[in-house]
């Protein structure tokens, strides 16, 4: 398949070339809040920075950074239609920590131990080398075994010491426009990262991904850790991603230009699709909860301050159990669990059997 015109390469050299020179962070192509901060802990990110280009993998042959969908998909025009209001239209992925490593397969494909230190969940074979292909119908700790997807983040420590969300994570795929009925299926080894681990604390606050920042006991919407949490309360923190795609890249070299958060419609409150990313995919927003509490003083992220927090997804869900519960919870307006049951609305029964499976 004949690849398409690709804008950004020069940029991206010249980009990584200044950066190499000038011994600072490069600027994110994609969001302006993802965007590379001059106060933010260079040595911690440095390798981050400068993963403008990729190396070749079975994903991505030449390296270059782009990986074509086959086929794309063309056509699309973004929808600013207004189905019936429903407060709830998504399912939720829980998903239990499988392992850390400092791998990283978007960022740095096929080279271990160049990344800060991640904490992965979902599949339990994500490594450095992981391929569309080692990922897809792998073992898992999500509840649903079609799901053999990919989540990780950077690590959290207190002090010296690691500390691990225990028991399943929630992560919740939810429609991000507002014709929900338009959400579709993400397409197979899409991958993304979610905002940098390079941004400062007034660009993590401005995030389009930002939801409520760190919390913990009665203190909310922290850019960076809070001081203190209260015993026997957990630090948590939601993210949300971006979800409209351009249909033409499953990867490109920034890892992010090839999606977008919507935008509001003109003369409305609508969200809707931007043009140049007309196809609309669930959102995908981590809910993750570190239990840890007390004096926060030694709380860090590997990747740095708390306002460094950043997420990848790299797609390897079983294509029919992904379709199933993307239309009945998502386009059927529903608030599901891991089986695609809403308790609310008992009459419309699940998308998956009790072993989290397609009937």
Partial sequence: MRRRSKPLPALLVATALVTALLGVGSTALADGPDTTSATAPASAHAGHAMAVSAVPSADDPDGDGYIPANPPVTGVTPSDKEPPPRYFHEFQANCDVTHTAPDDPIVYPNQPGSSHDHTFMGNTSTDAGSTTASLYGGVTTCKAPGDSSAYWMPSLYNGDRKVLPTGPQVIYYKAGVTDY????PFPKGLRFVVGSPMQSAEEFRNHRGWVEGWECGDSYRNVDFPQNCPTGTQLNIRMQSPSCWDGRY????????????????PGTNNNVCPTSHPVALPMVEFKMAFPVDGDMSQVRLASGRGYSFHYDFFNAWHEPTLAALVDHCVVGGLQCNARGYDETHPEEGAALGPDYRLP
């Fill in 181 to 184: 009925t338009s959400v579709r």
């Fill in 250 to 265: 499953l990867d490109t070299p920034d890892h992010k230009s090839h999606m977008a958060y919507p935008v509001v419609k």
